[in-house]
């Protein structure tokens, strides 16, 4: 596995109410060396949490030390403490509110000159919406996201997954990474705001142009591709494919394929200008190919005649595929993603276990931040911060 | 006030999008990227709608670089090319697998010319595993990781995000890999960073995993506006649109359940139960409002809710303003350019725009090759030999 001695110096702290990118951010930090202080606060406990909620908070707490904080002036001392010695911290707009509610201090930046304050919300701390309140469909319906994802006819629709949420998680680690490199220069920064709806904004460098140029909104073009013919999703016996053939060498190997060579001389198709203005023609002639094959037979005619496509896979089969296992996303629980990135051939380290509620408060008060251990124990007898030992048991988390 | 990676040279050799963007970010963040061209230009110079006689992928993947061209299947060009990587600090890089060992700049040889090269291999499958040779755009990754198959409305073909999302997280996580490797770097250690659109794509669906684990894949299949845990949880029409409404918490319902006449004491699972029901409600408090105007009244009860809009009311809402990722750069030859900005932050409320315009091809030959390389001399004769354009 791949480790960065480098990191494990840097203490980030985590304050999120929600699952989100301050939570994807700081498990990216966490796997590649920093010590994660994931701050919980004792009154905290959420009573609705699903059972995908509960499995997924303890896939994402991996690798992170819990802190269990109470609300008192020894608890904003105990923060404090975590604060001053840290070097990113870490919030979504609830942590943001509950971290200056505690330390009655709106300007975290000017308290604390030597953090790296990142501020990871859905529609960014500025703005008509910055106080808005939800997830990833939230963003992606407010962002054009929406707009732009269906089949003609079928309306609007939402991506699967996380994307952008994840995307913005990304943004906050470089984020932080670059802030932490430029104050090597002495520099000093203000906060970090990094938002989910800025993600998706970023994410529209395909479609906004169309806006631009022609004052018209484009809207959900199904499977196709609005510069390269062909490029679809195809029906075969028992699914479906997805080819992308746009490029002329491509072309030509796709006609071979579905025994129709005399395409290619077709003056209409010689062009990818041409393809695009006769694509019904073009995809009549690839589906009624496929119409009668299996999934596999195409797929593999595909990967013999290097022909981008494949199989349209569930989730389900991806996780079970020999690839999902040769990149390393799952551990041996198959829970967890153990990569988002190789180095040196090797991914980063697979975290087992998240640990249980406050299971971290003294190694990161007593140990990492050097608070006294007479003013931890009467912390501790205040109800200011709290313990607990072990890690969290997902099967009944 | 400085830029956090000035002083950081990168050399991109990518096309298309998910190299190239990631090379952006991190000329965004102030490193000096130099975009190694072919003679006739990156693809995406040629690609689709345009400002100028450039692709307007190009123009938003490219600003905040240089340009010059190079022919690195001429022995002087891969020549250059490996002086240029003694120079460098970061090679990213998104051919197909083996093209660059083909023409003799892989990782081998990039770390024989400088031992502390951080090279970024940026592929739709990664290096590893049997896909690894698979050829790969955007839209194929979306199929074989899941994320097609969850994508759409119930009863329809699966679906691919309107957005190249593996493309862009590609590129996500390739600028973050090499950050975190030049915060991390040691003197004569190379790094090799190895990313994958389709992990991405896999990592993008981490909300499914679960489900993908417990259940079927039928319970997986075109998943469409709702969410199988929660309701209300759906797109409704309003009197001029859709509002998208996202209840996850007691709270939310709490607040929601009276306006709409229904039991606060509904708990999740009869909401789910009664989804037909808890809908038509909504359906008909939303009907006569208008969607931002609804959207409004939620959020200030603190319900999750947005109104569905369209690229046209995105780019005149006050929210982009205010964040603005949007800007006009006045180019030297394309003229005015609406372009994306960064959506990595600084703490610096004005510095989200291009610092540097994106080049025409090959706009930085003499400064890049002459000056930096000190081969002004030989310019002449690498043009005759078509090394350079």
Redesign the interface.
Known sequence: MSTFPHFESLLVVEVSGEFGAATLAAKILSDVGCLVARLEFADGTRVDDTETDRELLELLSRGKHSVALGRSPAAADALDAMLRHARVLLVDREGLLGVRALLRCDDLPLRYPNLTVCACTAFGLEGPMAAWTGGEEIVQAAAGIMSITGHPGSGTTRVAGIPLTYAAAMFAVTSCLADLERRKTGATTGLLDVSVYDAAIAFQSASMPAYFLTGTAPHGIGNRHSMSVPWNSFRCADGWVIICAGNHPNWVRLCEMIGRPELVADPRFATQDGRIAHVDEIEAAVGAWMRDRSVAEVEALLNANTIAGGSILPLHDVVEHPQFHARRLFDAGRRQAGAVFHLDREPLDVREGAWRTGAGTRAVLVDRCRVPAAQYERWLADGAVREAQGVVDVETA | ?????EGVRVLDIGIS?AGP?AAR?LGD?GADVIKVEPLDGENTRG???R?GDAG??YH??NYNKRSITLRLQHPRGRDLFLELVAKSDVVVENFAIGTMDKWGVGYAACREANPAIIYCSVKG???????AG????D??T????????????PG??????????CD??GA??????V??????RRPDHG??????L????????????????R???E???S???RHP??AP?D?YACGDG???V?V???AQWRALAPLLALPVEWS?PTRIEKRETVDAALSAWLAPHGAQQAAEQL?AL??????????????QS??????K??GTLRHPVYGDV?L?N???????ADSRGPWRHQPVLGENNEEVIGDLLGRADELASLRAEGVVR
């Open positions: 006030m400085s830029r956090p990676l999008t963007y970010l963040l690609l689709g709608l400002y307007y992928l938003v993947n499958f990664g290096e590893s595993g049997p896909w698979l050829r790969a755009f839209t194929v979306q199929a074989l990781c899941g994320l097609m198959y969850s994508t759409g409305k329809d073909p699966p679906l691919k995000a309107g957005p190249s999302v862009l997280m996500a996580v390739s600028s973050m890999a950050m975190i490797a030049i915060a991390a790094q090799f960073v190895d990313t994958a389709f992990d991405m794509g896999a990592v993008a669906l981490i909300s499914l995993w679960p489900l993908a684990r259940g079927s894949a319970s997986l299949r998943l469409g506006n845990d929660h949880f797109d859709r509002v998208m996202t996850t918490r007691e999740r959020q603190a319900i999750p809710a947005a109104p569905i809009l369209d690229l046209k009311q995105v780019a006050a929210q982009l303003a205010s964040r990722m949007i609406p994306i960064t959506p990595l932050a600084t703490g610096e």
